[in-house]
Structure formats: structure tokens, C-alpha cells
């Protein structure tokens, strides 16, 4: 095979409803249904190149070398589309998030998502999108959502992501309130694992998680705020709460997202439109109507221990880019 090129772009999901826990652990299929929110701001770009001459997979994140883990993963996701295409070569890939990495900022659902799409469009595979997220939801599920902007469902179980509204139909502001630059101690792989295995409230959490999906997906669907807020907080504060229980305790809250919640329960008091999610990390994403958005950065600049805020709003579909390698930097 000659060498083969091609560059993706991939953005953040948030989901509204969260993914936490596996049906299965050898296919990764989640347990419970999510619904997310893919935002314009929060992109990854990726570069894979089928090149003859290389012994293995090799991973550059953000400039630097990775091995371990993340090499393993990104290279059984390559291995998957290798078997797809009939070929054996073996790829490098250069990734560069332009928001911080592993610290609860959905960095893997962007990541898995630009490596499925740019691994299948090297390869010259015709694949449908849905064969995509089902390639990018095997390494992570949540990256499954990625491929699709605007407002995507997993199903529990499922194979693949589904667009359940495109971006323009509900043009709600994503602030994420930033506590803490550090990577997460605990990943969301490992983290729900031990919460499956030690929480009693796990199982309490997967049944009631559908529930909740359901509520969001209706309430995404009418354009509701009022009915959107409740739901979307219940559906992770729940999740948190599965972890709380866990032995030992998996705490990803910091005071500081604490006060954020605070704040934004209090901003609804007076009458703004906003809600709060958290996924596995410290930080704190807050969904607002755009009419409220400048009132509510300021207020979320202003509280102790927030670091900084991104203001993101509904994106598009993983784009493949002209041009290839020449769209990264070295
Ligand atoms: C808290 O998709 O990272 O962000 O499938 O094991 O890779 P794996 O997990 P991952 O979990 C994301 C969990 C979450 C909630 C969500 O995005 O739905």
C-alpha cells in the first residue's frame, strides 16, 4: 500500500443526559441511553497517515509523543479499520485538541471520533456515518456522539450515535466554567468500572437513567427550557451520585464546582434561563439561553476557583479537511 493521508476535525459532546456504566465491557456498548450536545468551540483535528515503512502505531498528542494506554487504544481502533480495508500498514497520528486535555473535557469523545473518521477516509472505506460512530464508540462511547453535530442520541446497547436535532434548531449558549487545569486522576473507563462493581447505587442509576433520557430528548425536542433544566441536572447529579457511593468514593467535585452550582441555581432563582451538567472532572458546563449568556459569564468569571470560562454554542458534523497535513502544525 502506498502511503495515505487524511485530516479530520471532530468537536466536544456534552451530554444532557449521561452515558455512565457498560452493558457490555468487551464491545463497549453503555448500559443506559445519552443524549449530548456537540459544541463548535471545543475541536480536535487529526492527521492519520498510512506510511509502509513503520513497525507500529505511532501517536503524537498535542505534539508529544504518547505510548501506553492512549497508544494502545487509538491503535486497536486503527487495527478495527485495518481489518475493514484488508491492509496491514500501520499508521502515524498527529492530534491536537485546542481545549485542555483528559481533565473531564470530553477530550476522547473528539479525539476517537476525528481518529475513526480520518483512519476510514485514509483507507479510501466507504463507510455510512453510522458505521463510523459505531467505530468510534467500540474505543469510546461517548465519541460515538461526535460524529454528528447538534443535539445526538446513543441509545443503551447501541451500536452507533443518532442525530436527534440538527445544531440551528435550539441555539443555546455552552459555557464551561474551568476549575482546575490538571488531568483526572481516574478516567471514565476505569471510573465507571469501579462504580458497577462497588456502588449499591449503580443499579438504581441505570434504572432510572432512561427516564431521564427521555425527559431531556422530549424536552430538547419542544425547545423547553423549563422542562430541559430539572432533567438535565437530575441526570448528573444521579450519575455523581452512583460515584459518591462507590468504595472508595469517586469524587471528581472540587470547591469550586460547588460554588458553580451554586451560582447557577441561583441565577434561575432570579429568573435566568440556565442549568448545570458535570461530567467524570471539576469542571462545570453550563447550558443558557443566549439572552442570559453575557450576564452569566460574567457572574461564572467572577466565582472563586474558576479559572477561566469557554463559551461554546451547537456544532457541526466531523468535517474531513482539504488538504490534509497541511492543516496541522508540526
Ligand atoms: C461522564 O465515553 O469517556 O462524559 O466508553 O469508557 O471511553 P468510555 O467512556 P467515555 O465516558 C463518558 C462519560 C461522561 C458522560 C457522557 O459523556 O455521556
Redo the contacts with the bound molecule.
Sequence with gaps: MTARAATVRAHA???L????G?ADIAR?L?AVP?L?LTLKGMRTTTEVEFLPELGQDELFLNGARALGKPRERASKLLSEARSLAQVATFARVRSHNDFPTAS?L?S??SG?AALALAAVEALGLRLPLERVSALA?A?????A?SLYGGYVE?GASAEHAAPVAPPEHWPLKMLVAVTSEAAKDT???D???HTAKTSPYYASWVSDAPRLFAEVKAAVLAKDFARLAPAAEQSALA?HASMLAASPALIYFRPATLAVIEAVRAARRAGSACCFTI???PHVKVLVEPSSAAAMQRELAGVEGVLRVLESEPGPDAQILPGGAAELSP
Design positions: 459532546n456534552i451530554a443526559a449521561k452515558y455512565w457498560k463497549n453503555p445519552s449530548s473531564g470530553a476522547s469523545a476517537f464508540r474505543a469510546s462511547a461517548s465519541a456522539r446513543l478516567g471514565s473507563t471510573g465507571m468500572q450519575m461530567d467524570a472532572g
